[in-house]
């Protein structure tokens, strides 16, 4: 095998959401495989940590706060970006929060803020870098999306689940318009991910766990790190022809239908 393959050695990657949980391990992924970053969060001292670690790997880091639900401030942001590294090679899409709530009770006023976190600031963060991409000749892209982009949630999950479902057709749209300019753009679909808004729900629930592992033959609820692997494998030339996919990351969630069981291991 070629071992250059997922050498990402003179890249810059540029990840949102890189103070913690999927953002932070994607970062430090990509700085393990040789690639330069900078990292966006509105958690000052959590970004900060991030771009210690990945000094200590021997990598540049650049952070910046950056609210991805403003455009205003991600133009800003990339306007920095283009003063410290003067390009970038890959975009990790992953800051972003939705507003949970059922649908007749639900605000419009929370259904903008979801979609204004989730899709248009997933849109301007992949225009602005595409721009770039395309000048220098191609990148890669990565959003992240959720198992609610092509699958029913249920559980108050109505704007959340809208606004996924945007991502993962933006993600289609964009491949096909930018494949062929050297842009490959792609989307990982994780289903439970345990972080600290995820501990609380299951505080509040004490069912939650069970149900949700019920549904996930793995037999565990995912964990951050488990999105390093897609991440350097999505950044490098390891993907080449790898454009427009909706990746799911769950365990073999979506693959289980509802009324199987999964294999229980004592």
């Known amino acids: 095998m070629n071992q250059t393959l997922f050498d990402l050695t003179g890249r810059v990657a540029l990840v949102s959401g ?4 999927m953002g932070r391990a994607m970062s430090l992924a990509l700085a393990a495989h040789g690639a330069d970053l900078a990292l966006a969060d509105i958690n000052l001292a959590g970004l900060a940590e991030t771009a210690e670690t990945i000094r200590g790997l ?21 306007a920095e970006l283009d003063t410290a590294f003067g390009r970038i090679n890959f975009l990790g899409n992953v800051a972003g929060e939705g507003v949970m ?8 006023d929370d259904v903008e803020r979801t979609w204004r976190n989730l899709v248009l ?44 479902g945007a991502v993962a057709q933006m993600t289609r749209e964009l491949s ?6 050297g842009v490959r753009v792609n989307a990982i679909l994780p289903a439970q991910v345990v972080n600290p808004g995820l501990e609380k729900r299951m505080a509040a629930d004490p069912g939650l766990k069970d149900q ?4 996930i033959p793995r037999g565990r609820l995912g964990r ?7 991440a350097v494998l999505l950044a490098s030339d390891a993907s080449s022809w790898i454009t427009g996919a909706l990746i799911p990351m769950d365990g073999g969630n979506l693959a289980m239908n509802a009324g199987g069981t999964r294999r229980y291991v004592d």
């Open 18 to 21: 890189a103070a913690s949980g």
């Open 58 to 78: 021997g990598r540049r880091a650049a952070p910046f706060m950056c609210d991805v639900s403003k455009p205003d401030q991600i133009r800003g942001l990339f």
């Open 101 to 108: 709530a059922r649908p007749e009770q639900i605000s419009l």
């Open 121 to 164: 600031g997933r849109f301007c963060m992949c225009q602005e870098a595409g721009r770039r991409m395309i000048a220098h000749g191609g990148g890669s892209i990565v959003n992240i999306g959720s198992l609610a982009s092509i699958t029913a949630l249920g559980r108050g999950h109505i704007a959340y689940s809208m606004a996924m």
């Open 176 to 181: 096909t318009e930018w494949s062929a300019l």
């Open 212 to 215: 949700w592992l019920s549904g």
């Open 224 to 230: 951050p790190d488990d999105i390093a692997g897609l």
